[in-house]
Nanobody
Framework: QVQLVESGGGLVQAGDSLRLSCAAS????????MGWFRQAPGKEREFVAA????????YYGDSLKGRFTISRDNAKNTVYLQMNSLKPEDTAVYYC????????????????WGQGTQVTVSS
């Protein structure tokens, strides 16, 4: 099992930046990739970004690359999501996910999930 704990969410204004963190514990040696998803009220969970743990290959959702950057610190077993130039439409609960052999955008492929952290962007 892998446990994931997100932090760093909050209320910000449009144009601000925010950095989310996701700390992994447990069987972290089995993790192949970690990702971020978000879910706004009434909408489906949306792929934001993913990173392969060993090769550092990154993937981004459409239109998010350029404002959002995913990175990881292997020594801390932590993945980060740097979000810049935030917009009100970025408001959502942001979830961290991990999987043992998948690094794509399909929400159903990820085996482990955090509890989520709320990001609210005011106009």
């Amino acid at each position: 099992q892998v446990q994931l704990v997100e932090s760093g969410g909050g209320l910000v204004q449009a144009g601000d930046s925010l950095r989310l963190s996701c700390a992994a514990s447990g069987r972290t040696f089995s993790v192949y990739a970690m990702g971020w998803f978000r879910q706004a009220p009434g909408k489906e969970r949306e792929f934001v970004a993913a990173i392969e743990w060993k090769r550092y290959r990154t993937y981004y959702g459409d239109s998010l690359k350029g404002r959002f950057t995913i990175s990881r610190d292997n020594a801390k077993n932590t993945v980060y999501l740097q979000m810049n130039s935030l917009k009100p439409e970025d408001t959502a609960v942001y979830y961290c996910a991990a999987d043992g052999d998948y690094s794509g955008s399909d929400v159903y492929e990820y085996d482990y999930w955090g509890q989520g952290t709320q990001v609210t962007v005011s106009s």
